[in-house]
């Protein structure tokens, strides 16, 4: 088996191979007998969450069981209490049964010890089904997948929805007090736009409640909404403290709280608010076998979002079951996991990207209820596919980072190579005053840099806010800022600006300089999209934040309007840079993968969130830029 570091998805003729075997089943039923395991907390304050993920691998097992031949998949149900050595001895008895998958519904907790069990040479394929995903790996062969987002990208979704539709200017945090709750906390202060500030965080024990003096002294900093993440029994505590305060500020919960394990949300004592749910695209909604087998059980209710997520990782391990009439090792199990295809409308995407997580993620919230959730009209809010609120992050947030390849991404001037054009584009998309309103051209600007440099330093494979992966992004830094501390030569150059008649961009590898051509963006591709009528002192408030969303479809028409096309403009700079600076690095064209960046026959038209590096431009990319490792700290004498 062929593996590479970071894989690209570029076996074209397997994906090829892999849609026809998905499509179709086998003649004769293979004799295998499938062998699963469920690790979760089936006991404790967590129980009723991980019943709800066991029964969700039950239902896709026994709904597709002809994917895994003629014989019934045993699966053995391990309860893990939500405790680490339980965790551990949970996977060394699975590893006992010689399991083919272990599906876990992992806490904030467990997790890290379940992915470091699954990580040794004689570990299981590990599936996350539960809230909290996986610290990336760079390595292909890595054997664990998750449809849980990042904790950065979860910061930004919630800062997103606080806007529309909480309308939220002064959060407070509640936050469970484990790694992946510290890393939500840090990128939610770093992402924070300029117009909200936080009145606190209060870090809480795994299955304690917040502490009423910290909650009142939320109260005294008049924080206008509680954000919570972590398990859903931290809820209860919440709305518990809340009461004894008697304190009614709305909630807004992070994906994963809601399930029957938050008793409150059931019983009225959490009923304010909002809950943020993210859910893969390949399964937004259950299917109608999967609805029907559920209220069999459970007549009049809607299947629970934690079922859901785990009868989509399930069903997923099925269509990889059913390309193996015979036992397949763990490694041929895992690479067809992620080889698993969207379809031709997703130009071969795979459903899960290059660090083993769910592709592509629909978030949405639902409102909370007397006696539940419930989803609410789509249409309320953002579309989340035309990137964040419009001056949620500044240009600023990007700094050039020490021991990193730092790459300065300006609109040049007058005697720059190319000569300054942005302007110009501009007054042809309508999207700027040309001085009019000189403020909001500013922030018209910012928007584009900011915008585009969240999109490369994702291509990077780091976060979004600029934070970095230890040991998977590449060790790349972007900003706007000449660097002064850089000689010229130990830095690169990226221009946005000027016209080309056959390409969107040039390099100059000798020169450590690309050209990323504005114009030809402008008119090869969003000129037919321009805003109409153009850019005017109206729209100022889309900026500010003084226009409340859902006033009135107009209006929201022409937010919604003015912030796609800045994203795609944006997206179009990030795409062609990532492309030039790919060339600065050692990188030449290729034709193995029509998701490839440095495709430019059958790449053209493909947003940022589809392209990928293939496995030779991988190794090349660590050769000179190398995988992020943080600095380690000295130790005192």
Same mark, same amino acid.
């Given at each position: 088996?062929?593996?590479?570091?970071?894989?690209?998805?570029?076996?074209?003729?397997?994906?090829?191979?892999?849609?026809?075997?998905?499509?179709?089943?086998?003649?004769? *039923?293979?004799?295998?007998?499938?062998?699963?395991?469920?690790?979760?907390?089936?006991?404790?304050?967590?129980?009723?969450?991980?019943?709800?993920?066991?029964?969700?691998?039950?239902?896709? %097992?026994?709904?597709?069981?002809?994917?895994?031949?003629?014989?019934?998949?045993?699966?053995?149900?391990?309860?893990?209490? /939500?405790?680490?050595?339980?965790?551990?001895?949970?996977?060394?008895?699975?590893?006992?049964?010689?399991?083919?998958?272990?599906?876990?519904?992992?806490?904030?907790?467990?997790? /890290?010890?379940?992915?470091?069990? +699954?990580? @040794?040479?004689?570990?299981?394929? %590990?599936?996350?089904?539960?809230?909290?995903?996986?610290? *990336?790996?760079?390595?292909?062969? /890595?054997?664990?997948?998750?449809? $849980?987002?990042?904790?950065?990208?979860?910061?930004?979704? $919630?800062?997103?929805?606080?806007?529309? *539709?909480?309308?939220?200017?002064?959060?407070?945090? $509640?936050?469970?007090?484990? *790694?992946?709750?510290?890393?939500?906390?840090?990128a939610f202060l770093k992402s924070l736009p300029v117009r909200m500030q936080v009145a606190g965080t209060l870090f809480v024990k795994p299955h304690a409640a917040p502490v009423k003096d910290a909650l009142a002294a939320a109260q005294a900093a008049k924080a206008d909404r509680l954000i919570v993440f972590g398990e859903p029994d931290l809820v209860d505590g919440v709305a518990d403290g809340l009461a004894a305060l008697a304190?009614?500020?709305? !909630?807004?919960?992070?994906?994963? %709280?809601?399930?029957?394990?938050?008793?409150?949300?059931?019983?009225?004592?959490?009923?304010?608010?909002?809950?943020?749910?993210?859910?893969?695209?390949?399964?937004?909604?259950?299917?109608?076998?999967?609805?029907?087998?559920?209220?069999?059980?459970?007549?009049?209710?809607?299947?629970?979002?934690?079922?859901?997520? +785990?009868?989509?990782?399930?069903?997923?391990?099925?269509?990889?079951?059913?390309?193996?009439?015979?036992?397949?090792?763990?490694?041929?199990? =895992?690479?067809?996991?992620?080889?698993?295809?969207?379809?031709?409308?997703?130009?071969?995407?795979?459903?899960?990207?290059?660090?083993?997580?769910?592709?592509?993620?629909?978030?949405?919230?639902?409102?909370?209820?007397?006696?539940?959730?419930?989803?609410?009209?789509?249409?309320?809010? !953002?579309?989340?596919?035309?990137?964040?609120?419009?001056?949620?992050?500044?240009?600023?947030?990007?700094?050039?980072?020490?021991?990193?390849?730092?790459?300065?991404?300006?609109?040049?001037?007058?005697?720059?190579?190319?000569?300054?054009?942005?302007?110009?584009?501009?007054?042809?998309?309508?999207?700027?005053?040309?001085?009019?309103?000189?403020?909001?051209?500013?922030?018209?600007?910012?928007?584009?840099?900011?915008?585009?440099?969240?999109? !490369?330093?994702? !291509?990077?494979?780091? =976060?979004?806010?600029? @934070?970095?992966?230890?040991?998977?992004?590449?060790?790349?830094?972007?900003t706007t800022e000449k660097p002064k501390d850089l000689k010229p030569g130990e830095f690169f150059t990226a221009v946005i600006a000027g016209n080309d008649p056959e390409t969107g961009g040039r390099a100059w590898p000798g020169e450590g300089r690309c050209e990323i051509y504005s114009t030809f963006m402008q008119r090869t591709i969003f000129q037919k999209d321009a805003l109409a009528p153009p850019l005017k002192s109206e729209?100022?408030?889309?900026?500010?934040?003084?226009?409340?969303?859902?006033?009135?479809? @107009?209006? =929201?028409?022409?937010?919604?309007?003015?912030?796609?096309? %800045?994203?795609?403009?944006?997206?179009?700079?990030?795409?062609?840079?990532?492309?030039?600076?790919?060339?600065?690095?050692?990188?030449?064209? /290729?034709?193995?993968?029509?998701?490839?960046?440095?495709? $430019?026959?059958?790449?053209?038209?493909?947003?940022?969130?589809?392209?990928?590096?293939?496995? +030779?431009?991988?190794?090349?990319?660590?050769?000179?830029?190398?995988?992020?490792?943080?600095?380690?700290?000295?130790?005192?004498?």
């Open positions: 088996m062929h593996r590479v570091a970071l894989p690209a998805r570029s076996a074209v003729g397997f994906l090829v191979v892999l849609s026809a075997a998905v499509a179709a089943r086998p003649a004769d *039923p293979p004799a295998v007998t499938w062998r699963a395991a469920f690790i979760g907390p089936l006991s404790g304050p967590l129980a009723a969450s991980g019943k709800e993920s066991l029964e969700g691998v039950k239902l896709a %097992l026994s709904l597709h069981a002809s994917q895994f031949g003629a014989k019934p998949t045993e699966l053995l149900e391990l309860d893990d209490g /939500d405790d680490v050595k339980k965790a551990d001895a949970a996977v060394v008895k699975a590893q006992q049964a010689k399991v083919d998958v272990v599906f876990a519904a992992a806490t904030g907790v467990t997790v /890290d010890a379940l992915v470091a069990k +699954a990580r @040794t040479k004689t570990g299981p394929l %590990l599936l996350l089904v539960g809230s909290a995903g996986h610290v *990336p790996s760079p390595l292909a062969e /890595d054997p664990v997948a998750s449809l $849980v987002p990042w904790p950065a990208d979860h910061a930004t979704a $919630v800062i997103d929805f606080l806007e529309i *539709p909480c309308q939220s200017k002064k959060p407070a945090l $509640v936050v469970e007090d484990t *790694p992946r709750g510290r890393e939500f906390e840090a304190w009614k500020v709305p !909630l807004f919960l992070d994906d994963g %709280l809601v399930s029957a394990a938050a008793t409150s949300l059931h019983d009225g004592r959490a009923s304010n608010g909002f809950a943020l749910v993210a859910l893969p695209r390949f399964c937004m909604k259950a299917p109608d076998a999967l609805t029907a087998a559920f209220q069999a059980k459970h007549p009049g209710t809607d299947v629970s979002l934690r079922t859901l997520k +785990a009868y989509a990782m399930a069903k997923a391990f099925a269509d990889v079951a059913v390309q193996f009439p015979k036992h397949a090792k763990r490694d041929e199990l =895992n690479e067809a996991l992620r080889l698993l295809p969207y379809g031709d409308e997703e130009s071969g995407r795979p459903l899960f990207d290059m660090t083993g997580r769910s592709a592509r993620t629909l978030w949405l919230p639902r409102k909370l209820a007397a006696t539940g959730t419930e989803a609410d009209v789509a249409s309320y809010y !953002l579309d989340p596919d035309f990137g964040p609120l419009l001056r949620a992050r500044p240009p600023s947030l990007y700094k050039a980072e020490p021991g990193t390849r730092v790459v300065w991404l300006t609109f040049g001037d007058a005697k720059s190579k190319a000569p300054r054009s942005i302007e110009d584009d501009l007054v042809k998309l309508g999207l700027i005053t040309k001085g009019y309103e000189a403020q909001m051209d500013e922030w018209i600007l910012d928007e584009l840099l900011a915008r585009a440099m969240a999109k !490369l330093n994702r !291509l990077f494979l780091k =976060n979004e806010d600029g @934070t970095f992966i230890p040991g998977v992004s590449f060790n790349i830094s972007f729209d100022r408030r889309y900026f500010t934040g003084a226009y409340l969303w859902g006033t009135d479809s @107009t209006e =929201n028409l022409r937010s919604k309007t003015i912030r796609s096309l %800045l994203d795609g403009y944006a997206g179009s700079f990030a795409l062609t840079g990532a492309h030039e600076i790919g060339h600065l690095c050692g990188l030449g064209h /290729d034709t193995d993968d029509p998701r490839s960046l440095m495709n $430019v026959v059958e790449g053209a038209g493909l947003r940022e969130t589809s392209v990928c590096w293939i496995p +030779a431009h991988v190794k090349t990319l660590e050769k000179f830029l190398g995988r992020y490792e943080p600095p380690k700290e000295k130790r005192r004498p």
